[in-house]
């Protein structure tokens, strides 16, 4: 597996992952017309002004995940779930640790992305509530000395 930068002719690819991974990473925390709504057509638009920002994992050519990172800060970190526990993931958060990523937030009760950043040193800094799709809902803030 290779990191490298994403280009805009990956949007589709990268859209078609989020919406696999968001189904299987969220199924039990989010309600269902949530998750429909954050489909491949929705990612796709969220990338399309963000995808410079966006670090993918590939192997044999293809994508199988990627990072979108702000300032520092990771915004996403998704692996198409057929590839997950692959060593992909540990590899695009690697390099975005070498770009100068900082911090993360991840829904309190995803607990296996919370044993993935915890795995690879990330610590919490705070719990809260805060506003996402309509709801208050639980997080943990994770930061990486």
Not at 6 to 24: C, F, K, N, Q, T
Not at 35 to 60: K, N
Not at 82 to 89: A, K, L, Q, Y
Request: charged share 30%.
């Amino acid at each position: 597996m290779i990191v490298r930068s994403a280009g805009a002719d990956d949007v589709p690819a990268l859209a078609a992952i989020a919406e696999r991974s968001y189904r299987a990473a969220f199924e039990n925390i989010l309600e269902l017309d949530v998750i429909e709504g954050r489909d491949a057509t929705f990612f796709a638009t969220r990338f399309a002004s963000s995808w410079e920002r966006v670090l993918v994992v590939a192997s044999e050519g293809r994508p199988v995940g990627f990072l979108l990172m702000t300032d520092g800060h990771i915004d996403m970190l998704f692996m198409d779930p057929p590839v997950s526990g692959r060593g992909g993931g540990a590899l695009l958060l690697k390099e975005a640790e070498q770009r100068g990523a900082r911090s993360l937030e991840c829904f309190r009760d995803n607990h296996a992305a919370r044993r993935f950043y915890e795995h690879h040193g990330w610590r919490v800094e705070r719990e809260y509530d805060r506003e996402f799709a309509g709801k208050s809902r639980s997080f943990v803030f994770y930061v990486k000395d």
